[in-house]
Every structure is written in structure tokens, then in C-alpha cells.
């Protein structure tokens, strides 16, 4: 899963690498977590994905993941064209994921246990997101 996921990249970052490990390492606890909290269909709805779209989702958190440790890197600003062009993709990435579903998944999120989703940012990296993010929700109210 991992060579056909990284197949086209030029460079592995290696934090994103084990995290797309991570994830695969981990799914028995994502499923189970999803299972815990949403109903039978939804949980089966969101738990449900083809392997080759499953390989295209994780090709495109790999490109998204960096470019925000690139953009970081660069020393790019948060409110800038190309930053939140990023974020936007991202978001619809996120989106993607879920199946429509982020809104729904974020409600539960607080209000259940820790749940140890793998991060492949450093501090720096998880500030520019928290900035970029903050920026973009400010300039597009309708999310």
C-alpha cells in the first residue's frame, strides 16, 4: 500500500511516511473508534473504501501534508495566495475523506476520549496550520 502511495513522489518526507504507516498500522483502532460513535450505516458508509481510491486518497494527503511542511520550510506567510490555497485543499480533502461527513465527526470529537490520530508536524509546522486555518476561516464565513 505504502510503495503504491508514494510511487510518484520525487521526495519522501519521512514524518509523513510514518504517519501514512501509522494509519495503516492503526486501522483496527480507527474503525473501531468510528464504530464506538456513529451509528451502524454511518460508520459502515465512512469505514467503506475501495483500495484504489483508498491508494488516490493517501497519494493526496501525502501531496497536501508537503506542501504545508514546504510552505513552512520557505517561511511562507499563513495569509498568503499560495498558503491558503493549500489549506483550501486540505479542507476539501478533509472533506473528501469523510464523505461529507467532517462536520459531523468534528462534533465528536471533544466529547470523547483521546484519541491518538498520528502527526507528522513539528510545532513550528502546527502553528502555521493553526495561523493558515484561523485565516482562512475568517475570510470564507460560509465554512
Not at 501509522?22 to 475501495?50: G, P, R, Y
Amino acid at each position: 500500500h505504502l510503495i503504491e502511495t508514494i510511487e510518484d513522489e520525487e521526495i519522501i518526507n519521512i514524518d509523513i511516511f510514518c504517519t501514512m504507516l501509522q494509519k495503516l498500522m492503526f486501522e483496527e483502532d480507527t474503525q473501531k473508534w468510528f464504530k464506538d460513535h456513529f451509528s451502524k450505516d454511518i460508520a459502515d458508509d465512512l469505514l467503506n473504501v475501495n483500495k484504489p481510491k483508498e491508494i488516490e486518497l493517501d497519494k493526496k494527503w501525502t501531496k497536501t501534508l508537503s506542501e504545508i511542511k514546504h510552505l513552512t520550510f520557505t517561511g511562507a506567510i499563513p495569509s498568503s495566495k499560495e498558503t491558503q490555497e493549500t489549506i483550501e485543499s486540505l479542507l476539501l480533502l478533509m472533506n473528501e475523506t469523510t464523505k461529507g461527513n467532517l462536520d459531523l465527526i468534528a462534533e465528536k470529537l471533544p466529547s470523547s476520549e483521546p484519541i491518538s490520530f498520528p502527526n507528522p508536524f513539528t510545532e513550528k509546522e502546527q502553528e502555521f496550520l493553526k495561523e493558515a486555518m484561523e485565516f482562512y476561516q475568517r475570510n470564507n464565513s460560509s465554512l
